[in-house]
């Protein structure tokens, strides 16, 4: 009897062991890196790229980019959890130094693909990947980075190094590593099709359900729809004071979530922040001013698809 548990002692041992040197080489070795990802592309930037590509950088690049010399600069991102680390965004300025003045169009694509850099260094699970996103609107993101606009001309300015915890070490090597680098064309979505174009601009282009799913851990960036509590909020979220605000259900449930809401009420909140009672949308939710009306219908139509979640969320 001795022998066994003496042997069972060992055995639990060892595997303490393991996990002890598993753990130690995560937290030592940082981030991973992977092999460089080339592709051969030239962009033509056009004004109607321009203009596409400024509306969808205003959702998704602005917020976290945006440094106090008015410039995509970088930033102290002060509303990601404690739990991902002190995390500054990067400088996106056309400055060849500080910026990515010297990326190539491929490189830029490769990138906002799979978070994977040119020199293999892998952006942590708090930068946003877009492995569904049409390569059109791809292609109108980098011919924004590469226009005259005001927020992409060149900075020197160079934010302070990120400090990922182990948390982010940890899912930047499991569940929240690099999605697979596309091996076919991602196209448009018909825009007659009014249901498709709505799950597109949710899923695809503008992230909404990456906020209002149950948390960032256990969202699926390649099948939206097997997210935890898909379009059902409560992921808890920070705002600039440091408060945890949970994310809003927006499932078409009628007592949880905007199962009640008319389209022109949707529109109102998503646009200029106003719910229907009067009050304000509280951040991190922001106004979306540049999204054409359109867009914001096909989005509520498309949410009224969604299986309702009975969630009720800590406002």
Known sequence: MKKWIKRIGLVILGLLLIVAGFAAFIQFNGLPTFEPILKDLKVEVTPDRVAKGAKIAAVQCMNCHMGKDNRLSGMHMLDVPAEFGTIYSKNITQDKEKGIGNWTDGEIYVFLRTGIRKDGSYAPPYMPKFPLLADEDIYSIIAWLHSDAAPVQPSQKEPPPTIPNFLVK??????????????????????????????????????????????????????????????????????????????????????????????????????????????????????????????????????????????????
């Not at 929240?176 to 498709?196: K, Q, R």
């Not at 799950?199 to 503008?206: C, H, K, N």
């Not at 509520?300 to 698809?305: D, I, K, P, S």
Request: glycine share 8%; aromatic share 10%.
């Open 170 to 315: 940890i899912l930047s090597r499991s569940v929240m590593g690099p999605p697979p680098f596309p091996d076919h064309p991602i196209p448009l979505p018909d825009t007659n099709d009014i249901m498709a174009s709505g799950r597109y601009y949710a899923v695809a282009a503008y992230d909404c359900y990456n906020c209002h799913s149950a948390d960032f851990k256990s969202n699926s960036s390649l099948e939206p729809e097997k997210s935890v509590g898909f379009f059902g909020g409560g992921n808890p979220m920070l705002n600039l004071e440091g408060e945890t605000v949970y994310s809003a259900n927006i499932t078409p449930d009628p007592d949880h979530g905007i199962g009640k809401w008319t389209e022109e009420q949707f529109l109102q909140a998503v646009k200029y922040g106003i719910k229907p009672d009067g009050t304000r949308l509280r951040y991190p939710m922001l106004t979306h001013t540049v999204l054409p009306d359109k867009e914001i219908q096909a989005i509520y139509a498309y949410l009224r698809t969604v299986p309702p979640l009975q969630n009720e969320v800590k406002r």
